[in-house]
């Protein structure tokens, strides 16, 4: 039992880890299932790996399973053995069933964040110097129009921020403004959700179109603003 | 049931060799173009036609699948001339004549699937021809100096490669043997050529230099040496030399699996190791490839870098790790097992290290695989925040797959000099010394690239993409560089305490080598419609808009069951071409003469095999 003992203790805490540990780190939250189960298997390749690497380490592992399943000297744990036979495909159906079965509970999403922009928007550069006026000016426009749901620290935790599923934006965060050009943010901030292409399906997000309000000006101060607030930089190729 | 391979052999070599094939293969392509034809006929009566198509499957599946398959058996009759040659120069300059059979017996593999490389380029000419004329008519205007040059090319290449091959056994002593070399370098030199010829068309089609002044040669030239012209050619022809090396790996691991005696299990386990290893040395260096060409896309155009980065082709990229990592797995895995199995006793001595290879290569891996933006219910995604995991989030950028990768390829790197390193035992005076270099060398290394991928999160991405990940590479590079002639030069002297003993793996290796040839091609099918479908409605981007009733990306379901439909297919093909071309091992085996006096690789080619000819 040693051989196998340990990958089972080994799945069953990581699984507790993942399931219960992780998501109780400070600046954590719970593990959507998909992660969940990529790791596990990446668990489960690991151990596969490991007990073949030998003959003997492999006999130690597949054996007892294999004597198991054939049914081989394994005196009173015969009636398990047909018992996991029966519970087995059982399980399966039941699986299969859950899965396809008609459910009120809505589809996961994998919609795209950052759709591609459309070919006018791209390779734009800012025409706004970045003076500390122009800056200044643009974390004011920021103040009066951006941070309400993105918030007075460009996290994304503006007062306005609980009441949108997806949230806003986190600008402060290094995986968000800082991967891309200014050029996209003007197209996003012109277009707002409503702008989003086909790509961007199923167009969730409640940013408001500002190019009914804002002059292409503001709009150009405001990404000034946004970068210095959130003591981040562009993506340029220079 | 002699009788009967010897009839087929005899039919094959009574039309010419691969005359059977064409004929049966252009028949099949001529039935499925009738229907264009027919189609064609109705768009006629409004102007020229544009485009026809086919009905069922569609013209643009067809082509897609038809230009898969293409490009795989090119990537596979281009890949392996490169290290064919290299084990004939190994053999020629060492005198070890064993990697002389081996070169042989890559060539044999080449020369029967050259053909259908060439029957599946005809063939997808013609359809591109039915399907899509005015798209053929506008790129024929603009490369047709390089049409001409391709088909001068591939006229040279032939020449050269059926020179080569049936010039083998007569060309083995002295200067013909020199000469023999030498046609072998200049299959290779116009391998590269015919690569990197139709590359331009494909990258023309994505990243276009369009003059409309100056004669046909300027135009022409203009639009071959366009932005992502010279990234593809590196990218393919790394990725070639992969794909022949697993395949061959592949090939080997089947006939080790079905091997009858044990000369036969020797042979095929050596061929298994060589064609892995040279899978492996591809691998390492096609990642910082791949980078290069994603980097060139991106700042080529915003649009498509996003579109297949962080747009809805960015799935695919996951997909792509998870290809990799069992790949990496894979190729380590064999590894190990030719550790334990080959060299008796080194097992208990190495199991550790390869647990610690192993769990490194997993959390890495984990990483690498871990999205950005990830797959949860509403009720996940709002106890998340949002689409991204506050903590695990950071892993989902390319800051941290970049330092990954670069791990894994040391770890797999690594792997390699423990095998290379077991058995043996130090006995020059400054071992001690040099090991305590290799592993400072390689800690700092580690603990460098680590660094660097850390820091990358809070400087700006032009420096992380123009100096940090560069440096990584760098540093990688410079491990390779230096540890393996400090083990080259330490194991001249060392003592060998337990012979290699080949023929012994389990069958489990011959499997790893058959699942890593498999995920190579999955991987470079799914990279295929990756980079096509970057044009997004373009058929020359920015250029010419696809104006056709497929004017629009396939859903991920459906191209993964094209993509799945060209492998399944390669395989298939490739096991055929396979079969037929051992055909003549397995009547020579039956017709009388002792196994054991038979040398490996005995070809059957078309024409029949060099042997017969004496």
Redesign the interface.
């Known amino acids: 039992m040693g051989a196998l003992g340990k990958p089972i203790i080994l799945m069953v805490a990581m699984y507790v880890f993942l399931k219960f540990v ?1 998501p109780n ?1 400070p ?9 969940i189960v ?2 596990l298997l ?2 489960a ?2 151990i596969v ?2 007990q ?4 003997e380490s ?1 006999d130690a592992f597949w054996g007892p399973m294999q004597r198991f399943l054939t049914g081989e000297n394994i005196g009173g744990m015969q009636a398990i053995r047909y018992g996991v036979f029966i519970l087995f495909p059982l399980l399966v159906g039941w699986q299969t069933y859950g899965s396809t079965a008609a459910s009120d ?15 006018e928007y ?2 734009l550069s800012n025409p706004v110097q970045k003076t500390p006026e122009n800056i200044m000016q643009g974390k004011g426009f920021y103040a009066a129009f951006c941070s309400p749901c993105h918030g007075a620290n460009f996290d994304g935790k503006g007062p306005a921020a609980r009441g949108f ?3 806003p934006a986190n600008f402060a ?3 968000t403004i ?2 891309l ?1 200014e ?2 943010l003007f197209w996003r901030i012109k277009k707002g959700g409503v702008g989003l292409p086909i ?1 961007g399906a199923p167009w969730k997000s409640a940013m408001p179109r500002w190019e009914a309000e804002l002059p292409d000006e503001w709009i150009w101060k405001i990404i000034l603003g946004e970068y210095d607030g959130a003591h981040q ?6 | 049931m002699q009788q009967g391979v010897g009839t087929i052999q005899r039919a094959l070599r009574a039309v010419g060799g691969h005359g059977g094939w064409l004929a049966g293969l252009l028949l099949i392509a001529g039935w499925l173009a009738l229907p264009s034809i027919g189609l064609a006929a109705e768009g006629a009566t409004t102007g020229p036609t544009e485009y026809r198509d086919i009905p069922y499957i569609g013209s643009r599946n067809l082509i897609w699948i038809v230009a898969q398959l293409h490009l795989l058996l090119a990537g596979f009759v281009l890949g392996v001339p490169i290290f064919a040659w290299l084990c004939e120069v190994v053999a020629w300059r060492g005198g070890e004549k064993r990697y002389d059979k081996l070169a042989k017996e890559f060539t044999k593999l080449l020369t029967s699937a050259y053909s259908t490389t060439a029957l599946f380029g005809g063939i997808l000419l013609f359809l591109l021809v039915a399907f899509y004329p005015k798209l053929m008519n506008y790129l024929t205007d603009i490369f047709f100096p390089s049409f001409l040059l391709y088909c001068l090319l591939f006229l040279l290449e032939t020449a050269t490669l059926y020179l080569y091959w049936y010039g083998w056994d007569t060309m083995q002593e002295g200067r013909k043997k020199t000469l023999h070399i030498f046609l072998g370098f200049l299959l290779n030199f116009f391998a590269l050529f015919i690569m990197i010829v139709p590359n331009a068309w494909a990258t023309f089609q994505s990243s276009p230099v369009v003059i409309s002044d100056g004669t046909a040669i300027e135009r022409a030239w203009a639009a071959t040496w366009n932005p992502t012209w010279w990234p593809i050619n590196i990218h393919r022809l790394i990725a070639n030399v992969v794909l022949g090396g697993y395949i061959c790996g592949a090939y080997a691991g089947i006939r080790y699996l079905s091997s009858r005696n044990t000369e036969e299990r020797e042979h095929y386990d050596w061929m298994g190791y060589v064609g892995n290893f040279i899978g492996v040395f591809g691998l390492l260096a096609l990642p910082f490839a791949g980078y290069w060409l994603m980097r060139e896309i991106y700042q080529y155009n915003q649009q498509m870098g996003i579109t297949l980065m962080g747009g809805f082709l960015s799935w695919l990229f996951i997909i792509q790790a998870m290809l990799i990592g069992v790949l990496f797995l894979g190729s380590n895995y064999y590894f190990w097992l030719g550790i334990t199995y080959r060299i008796p006793g080194s097992e208990s001595k190495y199991r550790k290290p390869m647990l610690w290879m192993l769990v490194s290569l997993l959390l890495c891996l984990a990483v690498w695989m871990t999205p950005h933006s990830l797959v949860a219910s509403i009720e996940e995604a709002q106890k998340m925040g949002g689409a991204h995991h506050p903590l695990l989030g950071v892993l989902g950028v390319m800051s941290a797959k970049m330092t990954v990768s670069n791990l894994m390829i040391l770890i797999t790197f690594m792997s390699f000099v423990m095998y290379w390193r077991a058995g043996k035992q130090d006995t020059a005076g400054w071992a001690t010394f040099g090991k305590a270099v290799m592993g400072s060398v390689l800690v700092l290394a580690s603990i460098a690239v680590i660094v660097l991928g850390v820091w990358g999160y809070f400087v700006p991405a032009i420096v992380r993409i123009n100096y940090f990940s560069t440096s990584q590479v760098l540093i990688v590079i410079f491990v390779i560089l230096t540890i393996t002639p400090l083990t080259a030069l330490l194991l001249k002297s060392a003592k060998t305490t337990t012979e290699m003993v080949w023929g012994s793996m389990p069958p489990r290796a011959g499997y790893a080598l058959v699942l890593n040839a498999v995920m190579v091609i999955l991987l470079m099918t799914l990279m295929g419609y990756a980079r096509s479908s970057s044009r997004v409605h373009w058929h020359v981007y920015g250029v010419m808009r696809d104006s056709s009733p497929y004017a629009y990306s396939p859903a991920l379901g459906s191209a993964s069951l094209i993509m799945a439909f060209c492998t399944f297919s390669f395989c298939m093909i490739v096991a055929f071409i396979f079969w037929v071309a051992t055909m003549g091992d397995k009547a020579k085996g039956g017709h009388g003469a002792a196994k054991g006096e038979l040398p490996h690789g005995i070809p059957a080619m078309a024409g029949g095999s060099p042997d017969e000819r004496r």
């Open positions: 992780l780190i600046g954590s939250a719970p593990l959507p299932s998909s992660l990529l790791y990446l668990t390749a690991g790996i490991f073949t690497l030998s003959g492999k509970v809505p589809p996961s999403e994998s919609r795209t964040i950052h759709p591609a922009p459309p070919g791209t390779g599923n997806p949230p965060d290094p995986t800082a991967m050009q050029s996209y790509e930089s562009p993506r340029t190729w220079e």
